[in-house]
């Protein structure tokens, strides 16, 4: 088992920045991929970013490419998300994800990924 701990949300202007942490514990050496998905009130949740772990390939969805950074510390075992010039419509609960495989085809699908966090809500005013 993989447990998931994301922190580093909070409320924003338009324009901000907020860096997001997911430090995961257990099992993590089965681990092959990771994501970050956001899920906004009435809304499916989405695809944010993704890193495979082998290749430290990083992979990001076209809303936020340019924005969002995403970047991990392996000796801390941590993924962050440094996200600048935040939007209102990045409003959301922000997940953090991790998958026992990696889909090289289908990183962006929530359903391919084994443990989730427990979210941590980001707020951008207007």
């Known amino acids: 088992q993989v447990q998931l701990v994301e922190s580093g949300g909070g409320l924003v202007q338009a324009g901000g920045s907020l860096r997001l942490s997911c430090a995961a514990s257990?099992?993590?050496?089965?681990?092959?991929?990771m994501g970050w998905f956001r899920q906004a009130p009435g809304k499916e949740r989405e695809f944010v970013a993704a890193?495979?772990?082998?290749?430290?390939?990083?992979y990001y969805a076209d809303s936020v490419k340019g924005r969002f950074t995403a970047s991990r510390d392996n000796a801390k075992n941590t993924m962050y998300l440094q996200m600048n010039s935040l939007k209102p419509e990045d409003t959301a609960v922000y997940y953090c994800?991790?998958?026992?495989?990696?889909?090289?085809?289908?990183?962006?699908?929530?359903?391919?990924?084994?443990?989730w966090g427990q979210g941590t809500q980001v707020a951008v005013s207007s």
């Open positions: 890193l495979r772990r082998i290749t430290g390939s990083i």
């Open positions: 994800a991790a998958g026992k495989t990696w889909y090289s085809d289908n990183y962006y699908n929530n359903d391919k990924y084994d443990y």
């Open positions: 257990g099992r993590t050496a089965n681990i092959y991929g």
